[in-house]
């Protein structure tokens, strides 16, 4: 089992960070919670601070869990960890995606999420 971090990233105006897994990766075109896998050692909310400046430049303040969903992909399972972070600085700049949005949770339904993250968009809409 492979444990990957996400990141429930928001921002002042109540709006959500989502990102577009960029063509020729696994899952490309779809949309995620940024993040990436944890290295043995290392804690969701340090795995987390360290993919969103490796991939986005951008610094997070993970400060809460939010939700577990063990998904499998064909033969490769995966445990994917949200935590709610807050965005804290920096200019987005892609290296792993293709495109990036600020959207409210209520138009998360608008955008085709990868199958492991659409537990966390339904359980974001509830909250709406």
Avoid at 26 to 46: C, H
Avoid at 60 to 76: K, L, M, Q, W
Wanted: hydrophobic residues 40%; charged residues 30%; proline residues 5%.
């Amino acid at each position: 089992m492979i444990e990957v971090a996400a990141a429930i990233i928001g921002n002042e105006q109540g709006q959500i960070l989502i990102a577009k897994r960029k063509k020729g990766k696994s899952q490309e075109g779809m949309w995620e919670f940024p993040g990436g896998k944890i290295e043995e050692g290392e804690s969701v909310e340090a795995c987390l601070k360290r993919e969103l400046l490796e991939e986005m430049k951008i610094e997070i303040d993970p400060y809460e869990p939010f939700a577990v969903n063990d998904h499998r992909y064909g033969s490769t399972h995966i445990r994917l960890i949200a935590y709610k972070a807050l965005y804290v600085g920096g200019e987005i700049v892609l290296t792993d995606h293709d495109e990036f949005r600020w959207v409210h949770p209520s138009e998360l339904h608008e955008y085709p999420f990868a199958p492991a993250d659409l537990k966390f968009v339904q359980m974001l809409q509830e909250t709406v």
